[in-house]
């Protein structure tokens, strides 16, 4: 079974720019979660999407936005890019079948956005 | 808002000495999970617990839900270079799907 994936392995961007991170869960899974890992700071909470529907949002501007597709696949947009933004950005997914109290997060390898 | 406290932030220990990293969380939590990150790699899921003063043990490693369900702790026995990462944990409020995850304690082993 195939794991998380996530697309591209690193971005380099300049200041001002857009990222668009793609991410694609593992197959059956229906809820996607977004993290921003920056250097020392762990893991920071940036979207669920689940359903297609975004379930929750982290303390983030709305520059950080994204989408879930039909095929569970995600999409994470970050607009006008600073240099702060500049971090691994993971992405996770759950399997909707199981009850909700035993959810395991299963991550991809992320992708690295550096911000010039 | 809810929050989950980790410390310590990072441990330096000798090969054969032991690490404990503990989690308190401001809220009753329904269960708990941890994960290990690698240097370079990704989290990778550990363990879960559920019930109230629940202790799991995975060869070296000891993992303890407390009482009230409010802290948790990580111990690992006799630590191998194999051990180096960060370790994460992560509470599940009620019956929420949201985890909230602790800052994580970056484990260094010194062979």
């Known amino acids: 079974e195939a794991g998380v994936t996530q697309s591209p392995t690193h971005l380099i961007k300049t200041r001002g720019q857009q990222a668009t991170l793609r991410c694609s869960p593992i197959?059956?899974?229906?809820?996607v979660y977004w993290y921003q890992q920056a250097l020392g700071l762990g893991l920071q909470f940036l979207l669920w999407?689940?359903?297609?529907?975004?379930?929750n949002r982290g303390n983030f501007p709305p520059r950080f936005s994204g989408r879930q597709f039909p095929n569970y696949s995600s999409e994470l947009n970050v607009n006008a890019l600073e240099l702060e933004d500049s971090a691994l950005y993971l992405c996770a997914s759950t399997s909707g079948k199981l009850r909700v109290r035993f959810v395991e997060q299963f991550f991809g390898p992320g992708t690295r956005l550096t911000v010039l | 808002g809810q929050q989950v406290m980790q410390i310590p932030q990072y441990q330096h220990v000798q090969e054969g000495e032991d690490f404990t990293t503990y989690c308190n969380s401001s809220?009753?939590?329904?269960?708990i999970q941890w994960y290990k990150q690698r240097p370079g790699g990704h989290p990778v899921f550990l363990i879960q617990l559920v019930k109230s003063g629940e202790v799991k043990k995975q060869k070296r490693l000891t993992f303890q839900f407390g009482e009230a369900k409010k802290n948790s702790s990580l111990h690992i026995t006799a630590t191998q270079t194999t051990d180096v990462g960060t370790y994460f944990c992560?509470?599940?409020?009620?019956?929420?799907?949201?985890?909230?995850w602790g800052l994580g304690t970056s484990l260094a082993v010194n062979p």
């Open positions: 999407y689940d359903e297609g529907e975004e379930r």
């Open positions: 809220t009753t939590l329904s269960n």
């Open positions: 992560a509470g599940r409020p009620g019956n929420n799907r949201k985890l909230i």
């Open positions: 197959s059956g899974h229906t809820s």
